[in-house]
């Protein structure tokens, strides 16, 4: 599925057309913000549109309090399967909408238990209201106590179990509709993509920087991504992998840009300048210099990698301080306190592990010393940079920058798909 012109963009109604399926999206910790929260639900809102372009049919998108309604003639699966990827939602719930009335509710609630009986076994069952319109003329506890009972003549006497019941109704009486859904699905919580501001991600092509990403999005930082291949004299395959890994990670976001640098010659010229064991610190502080150079072109006010404590050499507190002092922006790093197969584990939910795990030509294997130093001296850093024309580098390599937008031709599953030509 692609973006289509044609379709029509998803509209944000208070008149979502009457009755029928639709998916309740329950507020994430946008719930707890104060009274700047419409700034949060309108971020919320903006994204789950972006997210829902090219779905194939017309959607549209309705605010409640504390939760989003969303529906369209497409199926509720295809709109749980978007509304999944959008950071923000606490909870999906495919649902129905009937009228707020007494009669209407009640049908729907046994409707409702009749199909999830009909779905799988089920031994028990507990109803939950939840009564935005204080005019209904039921309190939420009399009202559950009262679809409990309409649902037990309606099918033979089944249990109710309020501890751990097989199946649980969720009835949510709003003002002119109320909602009732029985399944839930985990969305991706945390605050709206773009809430916290814009931020430049160091994308190599392992585990750990596309979940560093992950977590900066869930967070509320909008990601752009910098990946530094070794060319001229690695492959492109890395490219490829970074290329493949924001694709995925932009599915859970407005799309960022992907920013590919060729670092191999200024690697040369590091280690020609005599670099040995500082080889690998050295090349990490032209990274962050190059990405703090980039960050002022795509307004990021922060740098994220994904640096965990001592991971490997290169990542001891002595050398991040070293990364630290050539970088001009903050770099922040999600995962300082992840062990690896934490990191692992969370590219697998996420989506990233089957594309980090495809061997390439890494950038910081080129030119690596047998032994890299785990306490990189500043002088001895400055020494060998001095040998370097610095501010010259940093330009020439954002000069021959490729930018890639990564999914943005699709935000619908992105497997395959175009690739970038190799730098
Ligand atoms: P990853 O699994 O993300 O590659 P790693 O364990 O291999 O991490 P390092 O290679 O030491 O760790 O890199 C630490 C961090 O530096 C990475 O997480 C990433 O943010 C950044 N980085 C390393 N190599 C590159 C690269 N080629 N392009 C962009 N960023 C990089
Ligand atoms: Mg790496």
């Known amino acids: 599925m692609t973006g289509n012109s044609r379709v029509p963009a998803p509209r944000d109604t208070s008149t979502a057309p009457a009755g029928g399926s639709c998916v309740l999206l329950k507020h994430g910790e946008v719930f707890l913000k104060g009274r700047n929260r419409h700034r949060f639900i309108e971020r919320l809102h903006d994204n789950l549109r972006i997210a829902l372009r090219g779905i194939g049919g017309s959607t549209w998108i309705k605010g409640a309090q504390n939760i989003t309604v969303v529906g369209g003639e497409v199926p509720p699966e295809a709109l749980v399967e978007r509304a999944r990827r959008v950071v923000g939602f606490h909870y999906v719930e495919p649902a129905v909408r009937v009228a707020s009335t007494m009669e209407e509710v009640t049908a729907a609630a046994v409707t409702a238990l009749r199909t999830a009986c009909a779905r799988r076994r089920v031994r028990s069952f507990a109803v939950r209201v939840r009564r935005r319109n204080k005019d209904f003329p ?105 290329y493949a890994l924001a694709r995925e990670l932009n599915r859970s976001q407005p799309p960022g840009e992907l920013h590919v640098v060729a670092l191999g010659s200024a690697q040369k010229q590091l280690a020609v300048a005599g670099a040995g064991r500082l080889q690998v610190v050295a090349q990490r502080r032209l990274m962050v210099r190059t990405a703090s150079a980039l960050a002022a072109r795509t307004g990021a006010e922060a740098l994220v990698t994904g640096d965990s404590l001592g991971q490997v050499a290169s990542q001891t507190l002595a050398n991040m301080v070293a990364v630290d002092e050539a970088a001009r922006l903050p770099v922040l790093r999600p995962l300082i306190g992840w062990e690896k197969q934490e990191i692992i584990d969370e590219a697998r939910t996420i989506g990233t592990a089957e594309v980090s795990v495809l061997p390439d030509e890494d950038c910081c294997s080129l030119l690596a010393p047998p032994q890299v130093s785990t306490r990189a001296g500043l002088p001895q850093l400055r020494s060998v940079e001095r040998r370097l024309e610095m501010d010259e580098v940093i330009e020439a390599l954002l000069e021959s920058a490729q930018v890639l937008r990564p999914g943005e031709d699709a935000t619908a599953p992105a497997k395959g798909g175009s690739c970038p030509a190799p730098v």
């Open 138 to 242: 039921l309190t939420s506890s009399k009202m559950a106590g009262h679809l409990g009972a309409r649902i037990q003549e309606a099918l033979a006497g089944l249990p109710v179990d309020l501890t751990s019941p097989d199946v649980t109704l969720s009835v949510e009486i709003d003002h002119r509709e109320t909602y009732l859904s029985w399944e839930r699905h985990r969305g991706l919580s945390g605050l709206p993509v773009g809430s916290s501001g814009r931020a430049l991600v160091l994308l190599s092509g392992g585990y750990d920087s596309p979940v560093a990403a992950h977590r900066a999005m869930r967070r509320g930082l909008a990601c752009d991504f910098v990946h530094f291949s070794g060319a001229p004299y690695t492959n492109a395959a890395s490219v490829y992998k970074a």
